[in-house]
């Protein structure tokens, strides 16, 4: 029996992969803010993905981040290292996409894709199980 959010975590993995892929891009030319931006939503397309295995949706990132903390970080099925990822993440995004004067500097979004990329590996690897 196929599981009822089998086709929506799929797309969700496919758009976290795009998403660095595109981060990627992004940082090659130079658009650090919007290679941050990418890497944090390659992360939140994972973690909807790996909450919907649960058959848990949220219309919210917060209701994403939290619930990935109290089942996933909390319980150790993933390390406490990636908890601090998606939140680094999410508060590099709003740099990102708000940060008004601020910039992303660019080491720091290549920081950003190895961080998304290693949650991505952490994410596919529970679904696996």
Same mark, same amino acid.
């Given at each position: 029996?196929?599981?009822?959010?089998?086709?929506?975590? $799929?797309?969700?993995?496919?758009?976290?992969?795009? /998403?660095?892929?595109?981060?990627?891009?992004?940082? #090659?030319?130079?658009? *650090?803010?919007?290679?941050? /931006?990418?890497?944090?939503?390659?992360?939140?397309?994972?973690?909807? !993905?790996?909450?919907?295995?649960?058959?848990?949706?949220? /219309?919210?990132? *917060?209701?994403?981040? !939290?619930?990935?903390?109290?089942?996933?970080? %909390?319980?150790?099925?993933?390390?406490?290292?990636?908890? %601090?990822?998606?939140?680094?993440?999410?508060?590099?995004? /709003?740099?990102? #996409?708000?940060?008004?004067?601020?910039?992303?500097? *660019? &080491?720091?979004?290549?920081? !950003?894709? $190895? *961080?998304?990329?290693?949650?991505? &590996?952490?994410?596919?690897?529970?679904?696996?199980?």
């Amino acid at each position: 029996m196929t599981h009822p959010y089998e086709k929506e975590i $799929q797309v969700n993995l496919r758009r976290a992969e795009e /998403s660095i892929e595109a981060a990627k891009l992004l940082l #090659d030319s130079n658009f *650090s803010d919007f290679a941050a /931006s990418r890497a944090y939503y390659a992360v939140f397309y994972a973690a909807t !993905a790996l909450l919907l295995n649960d058959e848990q949706e949220f /219309s919210k990132h *917060s209701g994403v981040i !939290a619930a990935i903390h109290r089942q996933f970080i %909390r319980t150790e099925k993933l390390p406490k290292e990636l908890g %601090r990822t998606l939140n680094w993440l999410f508060e590099l995004r /709003s740099i990102g #996409d708000y940060g008004e004067t601020r910039r992303v500097p *660019s &080491e720091e979004a290549a920081t !950003a894709i $190895q *961080s998304a990329s290693r949650f991505l &590996e952490a994410v596919k690897a529970l679904l696996e199980q």
